[in-house]
């Protein structure tokens, strides 16, 4: 008789987790891939579409192509879940898992900020990428200011990246010289696993003249007077405000009884819960690794090959590493990356690759690969 793994949600995490399973254990597993999109759209994709460089059909990868042996994918929204007994109730139907692993992300508390829904844009989603592209274009002078609402969120790069990125476009257009551009972070450097990244997203503010903000981070918005709240106590004036928003559980997780302290702890070994049989991996989870993609995969790969060898009694897989790349953005259609490894040694560490053209080759080289292994055969 089949084990039957039940995976909610269909990121990078489940899809890695998913394929991963497919390959080694189709006749072994039934696994059922459930998610509330009918697409699957990489993060970073979303700079391309809050600034007009693709469109969104061209970015979504449909759920409905995956062609995976042993594997179902179910559009459905996850209501309820109960842990204990591994079993999931969707709008559509209830499911009993004899492994559940729990793969939903993080949501958005936009009413969590006093003042950003009535005064604030944000482009962590792909609705306010979307709302971007179509603002963008009418601003033409001012004080812009990308600030982060809280902690953690995911993608520490982001907010560097979409202020490059910015300075960019405004350049093309024409209209650089009439808008001021601060970013305001919670840490002394854009990203403090990586002093040399750090340093040359530092370099790229001081050559294209833009501020930033360290160790604070935006308490709230005063819409009448335009001015942005700092932790400190301080504020800074804005015309155009872009915050990163505060981050949390789906609700279905915090009902269920999985988080404590905000998000889902796990075992940094094998991402295991405290209920037996199930598992979380990425955003969703307060693993000692930042929220961001590519750790989800390494999650996902990390609980593939536990699971792979519990399911063939055999082997003794690696643990969790918490080693991912993360490519930054820094205009000029050059792109960096850091190597960060945040557990296989005694402190994280972030190798960096300087900016280059052969970089963002690489990056759309990533993406092409994912894509085939996730949704192909």
């Not at 935006?218 to 009448?224: C, E, F, R």
């Not at 205009?331 to 690759?353: C, E, M, Q, W, Y």
Request: charged share 25%; proline share 6%; aromatic share 10%.
């Amino acid at each position: 008789m089949s084990t039957h793994i039940v995976i909610l949600g269909a990121g990078f995490g489940g899809l890695e987790l998913s394929s991963r399973l497919s390959s080694a254990l189709a006749d072994d597993v039934r696994v059922t891939l459930i998610d509330k999109n009918e697409a699957f759209v990489f993060g970073f994709s979303k700079f391309d579409l809050m600034f007009g460089r693709e469109g969104l059909e061209e970015m979504r990868s449909y759920y409905r192509d995956i062609i995976k042996p042993g594997v179902e994918f179910r559009r459905e929204l996850v209501v309820s879940i109960d842990p204990g007994a591994r079993a999931v109730e969707t709008d559509r139907g209830t499911y009993e898992a004899d492994i559940l692993v729990v793969a939903l992300g993080a949501d958005y508390n936009f009413s969590a900020t006093p003042g950003f829904v009535e005064s604030g844009q944000e482009f962590y989603s792909i609705d306010g990428a979307l709302r971007l592209r179509e603002l963008l274009p009418s601003f033409t002078s001012g004080a812009v200011i990308i600030g982060v609402l809280g902690e953690p969120f995911k993608c520490p790069p982001a907010p560097s990246e979409a202020a490059m990125l910015l300075d960019e476009w405004l350049t093309s257009r024409d209209v650089r010289s009439a808008v001021q551009i601060s970013v305001v972070l919670p840490w002394d450097m854009p990203i403090p696993v990586s002093a040399s990244a750090s340093q040359a997203i530092l370099d790229r503010f001081a050559e294209r003249s833009i501020t930033f903000v360290p160790d604070q981070v935006v308490t709230g918005l005063d819409p009448a007077k335009k001015v942005a709240l700092l932790r400190d106590g301080t504020h800074l004036a804005y015309d155009l405000f872009l915050g990163v928003p505060v981050h949390r559980v789906p609700a279905v997780v915090e009902a269920s009884g999985l988080a404590v302290d905000g998000w889902i702890p796990v075992d940094r070994g094998n991402l295991a819960t405290r209920f037996r049989d199930v598992y979380a991996i990425g955003d969703v989870t307060s693993a000692p690794v930042p929220k961001a993609g590519m750790f989800a995969e390494s999650a996902g790969r990390a609980v593939a090959e536990h699971l792979i060898a519990q399911i063939r009694d055999g082997g003794s897989p690696a643990p969790f590493d918490g080693a991912a790349a993360c490519y930054i953005e820094f205009g000029d259609h050059k792109v960096g990356r850091v190597d960060a490894d945040f557990l296989t040694g005694p402190s994280p560490t972030g190798p960096f690759t300087a900016p280059s053209l052969e970089t963002a080759q690489e990056k759309k080289a990533y993406a092409a690969t994912r894509r085939q292994r996730w949704f192909g055969g």
